[in-house]
Protein backbone atom coordinates (compact mmCIF):
# COMPACT_ATOMS: atom_id res chain seq x y z
CA UNK A 1 0.00 0.00 0.00
CA UNK A 2 1.35 3.09 -0.74
CA UNK A 3 2.59 5.32 1.87
CA UNK A 4 2.47 2.71 4.36
CA UNK A 5 5.05 3.60 7.20
CA UNK A 6 9.04 2.84 7.46
CA UNK A 7 10.04 0.19 9.70
CA UNK A 8 11.26 2.26 12.67
CA UNK A 9 15.28 2.27 12.98
CA UNK A 10 15.40 1.74 9.03
CA UNK A 11 16.92 4.15 7.17
CA UNK A 12 14.50 4.62 3.78
CA UNK A 13 16.61 5.26 0.80
CA UNK A 14 14.57 6.67 -2.13
CA UNK A 15 14.27 4.66 -5.73
CA UNK A 16 14.90 7.08 -8.64
CA UNK A 17 12.55 6.55 -11.63
CA UNK A 18 11.95 8.05 -14.84
CA UNK A 19 8.42 7.49 -15.50
CA UNK A 20 6.27 7.53 -18.01
CA UNK A 21 3.03 8.83 -18.12
CA UNK A 22 1.78 9.31 -21.71
CA UNK A 23 -1.95 8.09 -21.14
CA UNK A 24 -2.16 7.81 -17.52
CA UNK A 25 -4.67 9.53 -15.47
CA UNK A 26 -3.47 11.84 -12.86
CA UNK A 27 -5.49 14.45 -10.91
CA UNK A 28 -4.31 17.83 -9.93
CA UNK A 29 -6.45 19.58 -6.61
CA UNK A 30 -6.08 23.34 -6.85
CA UNK A 31 -5.36 25.22 -9.84
CA UNK A 32 -3.73 28.66 -8.59
CA UNK A 33 -0.11 29.77 -9.66
CA UNK A 34 1.66 26.25 -8.58
CA UNK A 35 -0.97 24.10 -9.26
CA UNK A 36 -1.02 25.32 -13.07
CA UNK A 37 2.60 24.44 -12.77
CA UNK A 38 2.39 20.97 -11.93
CA UNK A 39 -0.31 20.37 -14.46
CA UNK A 40 2.12 21.67 -17.12
CA UNK A 41 4.40 19.43 -15.88
CA UNK A 42 2.29 16.29 -16.51
CA UNK A 43 0.45 17.41 -19.92
CA UNK A 44 4.64 17.68 -21.16
CA UNK A 45 4.41 14.12 -20.45
CA UNK A 46 1.33 12.95 -22.08
CA UNK A 47 -0.15 12.25 -18.71
CA UNK A 48 -4.08 12.62 -18.71
CA UNK A 49 -5.30 15.42 -16.57
CA UNK A 50 -7.80 16.19 -14.42
CA UNK A 51 -8.01 19.43 -12.46
CA UNK A 52 -10.50 19.89 -9.21
CA UNK A 53 -10.71 23.36 -7.92
CA UNK A 54 -13.08 26.10 -7.03
CA UNK A 55 -11.25 28.25 -8.87
CA UNK A 56 -8.57 28.35 -11.81
CA UNK A 57 -6.04 30.60 -13.14
CA UNK A 58 -6.83 31.81 -17.06
CA UNK A 59 -4.23 29.06 -17.76
CA UNK A 60 -5.71 26.87 -16.62
CA UNK A 61 -9.48 27.50 -18.54
CA UNK A 62 -7.79 27.82 -21.53
CA UNK A 63 -6.42 24.24 -20.93
CA UNK A 64 -9.61 23.28 -20.30
CA UNK A 65 -11.54 24.97 -23.04
CA UNK A 66 -9.06 23.51 -25.25
CA UNK A 67 -9.75 19.80 -23.93
CA UNK A 68 -6.35 19.41 -22.72
CA UNK A 69 -8.08 19.01 -18.99
CA UNK A 70 -11.08 17.97 -17.23
CA UNK A 71 -11.34 20.57 -15.14
CA UNK A 72 -14.15 20.39 -12.41
CA UNK A 73 -14.85 23.65 -10.81
CA UNK A 74 -16.03 22.12 -7.30
CA UNK A 75 -14.26 21.08 -4.01
CA UNK A 76 -12.22 17.69 -3.90
CA UNK A 77 -14.33 14.49 -3.38
CA UNK A 78 -12.94 11.36 -2.24
CA UNK A 79 -14.50 9.58 -5.52
CA UNK A 80 -11.85 11.77 -7.26
CA UNK A 81 -9.37 9.31 -6.86
CA UNK A 82 -10.89 6.82 -7.99
CA UNK A 83 -8.58 5.19 -11.13
CA UNK A 84 -6.13 7.77 -10.58
CA UNK A 85 -2.07 6.83 -11.27
CA UNK A 86 -0.96 9.79 -9.06
CA UNK A 87 -2.50 13.06 -7.63
CA UNK A 88 -0.94 16.47 -6.92
CA UNK A 89 -1.95 18.54 -4.03
CA UNK A 90 -1.81 22.28 -5.03
CA UNK A 91 -3.91 23.74 -2.07
CA UNK A 92 -3.28 25.98 0.88
CA UNK A 93 -5.33 24.32 3.25
CA UNK A 94 -3.47 22.39 5.53
CA UNK A 95 -6.99 20.11 6.31
CA UNK A 96 -7.21 19.67 2.91
CA UNK A 97 -4.27 18.36 2.02
CA UNK A 98 -4.49 16.47 5.09
CA UNK A 99 -7.62 14.87 3.92
CA UNK A 100 -6.35 14.09 0.22
CA UNK A 101 -3.17 12.40 1.31
CA UNK A 102 -4.92 10.02 3.54
CA UNK A 103 -7.68 9.22 1.01
CA UNK A 104 -4.98 8.81 -1.26
CA UNK A 105 -3.10 5.95 0.75
CA UNK A 106 -5.72 4.44 1.58
CA UNK A 107 -6.68 3.74 -2.22
CA UNK A 108 -3.13 3.02 -3.22
CA UNK A 109 -2.56 6.44 -5.06
CA UNK A 110 0.72 8.18 -5.21
CA UNK A 111 0.31 11.30 -3.90
CA UNK A 112 2.68 14.39 -3.78
CA UNK A 113 0.98 17.22 -1.41
CA UNK A 114 3.48 20.26 -2.79
CA UNK A 115 6.12 21.98 -0.10
CA UNK A 116 4.97 19.52 2.64
CA UNK A 117 7.62 16.08 2.61
CA UNK A 118 6.27 14.04 4.78
CA UNK A 119 2.78 14.04 2.66
CA UNK A 120 4.75 13.09 -0.57
CA UNK A 121 4.98 9.09 -2.01
CA UNK A 122 7.33 11.45 -4.53
CA UNK A 123 9.34 14.34 -5.01
CA UNK A 124 9.31 16.29 -7.94
CA UNK A 125 13.17 16.60 -8.84
CA UNK A 126 15.50 19.58 -10.05
CA UNK A 127 15.87 19.20 -13.71
CA UNK A 128 18.34 20.25 -16.23
CA UNK A 129 16.57 18.79 -19.32
CA UNK A 130 18.84 19.05 -22.98
CA UNK A 131 16.66 17.18 -25.60
CA UNK A 132 15.96 13.72 -24.33
CA UNK A 133 18.81 14.44 -21.95
CA UNK A 134 17.49 14.82 -18.28
CA UNK A 135 19.46 15.39 -15.64
CA UNK A 136 17.42 14.99 -12.24
CA UNK A 137 18.67 16.04 -8.88
CA UNK A 138 16.71 15.23 -5.78
CA UNK A 139 17.88 16.05 -1.69
CA UNK A 140 14.61 13.91 -0.78
CA UNK A 141 12.66 17.09 0.25
CA UNK A 142 15.55 18.04 3.06
CA UNK A 143 16.60 21.12 0.63
CA UNK A 144 14.58 21.75 -2.54
CA UNK A 145 17.41 25.28 -2.22
CA UNK A 146 20.43 23.12 -2.47
CA UNK A 147 18.89 20.89 -5.86
CA UNK A 148 17.90 24.25 -7.22
CA UNK A 149 21.66 25.11 -7.05
CA UNK A 150 23.14 22.32 -8.09
CA UNK A 151 20.57 22.19 -11.10
CA UNK A 152 22.22 25.61 -12.48
CA UNK A 153 25.52 23.95 -12.16
CA UNK A 154 24.88 21.39 -13.86
CA UNK A 155 23.26 23.36 -16.60
CA UNK A 156 26.21 25.48 -17.13
CA UNK A 157 28.37 22.04 -17.47
CA UNK A 158 25.92 20.16 -19.61
CA UNK A 159 25.25 23.22 -22.57
CA UNK A 160 22.29 22.69 -25.72
CA UNK A 161 25.08 21.13 -27.55
CA UNK A 162 24.27 18.00 -25.50
CA UNK A 163 20.92 17.68 -27.39
CA UNK A 164 22.21 17.51 -30.87
CA UNK A 165 24.93 15.12 -29.93
CA UNK A 166 22.57 13.00 -27.93
CA UNK A 167 20.79 12.58 -31.28
CA UNK A 168 23.69 11.62 -33.27
CA UNK A 169 24.61 9.20 -30.58
CA UNK A 170 20.89 7.62 -31.37
CA UNK A 171 21.47 7.14 -34.82
CA UNK A 172 24.81 5.32 -34.02
CA UNK A 173 23.30 3.05 -31.68
CA UNK A 174 20.56 1.98 -33.91
CA UNK A 175 23.33 1.68 -37.19
CA UNK A 176 25.81 -0.27 -34.56
CA UNK A 177 22.67 -3.06 -34.14
CA UNK A 178 21.99 -3.58 -37.53
CA UNK A 179 25.71 -4.77 -37.69
CA UNK A 180 26.98 -8.20 -37.61
CA UNK A 181 28.71 -7.72 -33.88
CA UNK A 182 29.40 -9.68 -31.12
CA UNK A 183 27.85 -8.63 -28.22
CA UNK A 184 31.02 -7.35 -26.41
CA UNK A 185 32.16 -5.73 -29.98
CA UNK A 186 29.21 -3.59 -29.86
CA UNK A 187 29.60 -2.70 -25.95
CA UNK A 188 32.66 -1.35 -26.73
CA UNK A 189 32.07 0.54 -29.88
CA UNK A 190 28.66 1.95 -27.83
CA UNK A 191 31.49 3.20 -24.71
CA UNK A 192 33.63 4.48 -27.18
CA UNK A 193 31.23 7.28 -29.22
CA UNK A 194 30.45 8.54 -25.78
CA UNK A 195 33.82 9.54 -24.88
CA UNK A 196 35.09 12.90 -24.00
CA UNK A 197 37.34 12.86 -27.12
CA UNK A 198 33.80 11.86 -29.25
CA UNK A 199 32.39 14.48 -27.70
CA UNK A 200 34.69 17.04 -28.71
CA UNK A 201 35.40 15.34 -32.32
CA UNK A 202 31.07 16.29 -32.69
CA UNK A 203 31.70 20.17 -31.66
CA UNK A 204 34.19 20.34 -34.00
CA UNK A 205 32.13 19.04 -36.92
CA UNK A 206 29.20 21.36 -35.18
CA UNK A 207 28.12 25.12 -34.94
CA UNK A 208 28.38 25.99 -31.32
CA UNK A 209 24.89 27.71 -29.90
CA UNK A 210 25.31 30.96 -29.12
CA UNK A 211 25.02 31.93 -25.00
CA UNK A 212 21.83 33.07 -25.89
CA UNK A 213 20.30 30.07 -27.08
CA UNK A 214 21.45 28.08 -23.30
Avoid at 69 to 96: H, I, K, M, Q, Y
Avoid at 187 to 195: D, E, F, K, P, Y
Wanted: net charge positive; aromatic share 8%.
Amino acid sequence: MAGRPWPKGVEMSLFPIFLKLVNRPCLVVGAGRVGETKIDGLLAAGATVTVVASEATETVMQWARAGKVDWRPRCFEPDDLSGNFLVVVATSCRELNEKIYREAQQRSVLCNVVDDPPRCDFYYPAIVTRGELQIAVSTGGQSPALAQRLRKELEEQFGPEYAAWLEELGRKRLHLFTLPLGPEERRRLLHRIVTRESFEEFLRGTPRPSPAAR
